[in-house]
């Protein structure tokens, strides 16, 4: 049973930063490609970013220059650092850990509100 456990959603006003953190398995995160995607109500669930076990990122236009995602290999943890959050940012922020069709895994998501 692959889990991922994600932790770090919650309000936060315009402008604000808020940490995702996601914590998995050795055996999982040493060999994924992990990240994070978010669905807004009523819209589809999307990609915001992802870091391969080899360090390469890759970033949504619409977060490039705002968010960071990082993994601690030591932790086996990914993290979504996000910095000037706009309303338009609020979603739910869901974990994954994908190898292939078959082995691709969700955490249970997390919300994220931006709102003053």
């Known amino acids: 049973q692959v889990q991922l456990v994600e932790s770090g959603g919650g309000l936060v006003q315009p402008g604000g930063s808020l940490r995702l953190s996601c914590a998995t398995s050795r055996d999982i995160f040493s060999i994924y490609v992990m990240g994070w995607y978010r669905q807004a109500p009523g819209k589809q669930r999307e990609l915001v970013a992802t870091?391969?076990?080899?360090?390469?990122?890759n970033y949504a236009n619409s977060v490039k220059g705002r968010f960071t995602i990082s993994r601690d290999n030591a932790k086996n943890t990914v993290y979504l650092q996000m910095n000037s959050l706009k309303p338009e940012d609020t979603a739910v922020y869901y974990c994954?850990?994908?190898?292939?069709?078959?082995?691709?895994?969700w955490g249970q998501g997390t919300q994220v509100t931006v709102s003053s």
């Open positions: 994954n850990a994908y190898y292939s069709r078959i082995s691709n895994y």
């Open positions: 870091v391969t076990n080899g360090g390469t990122t």
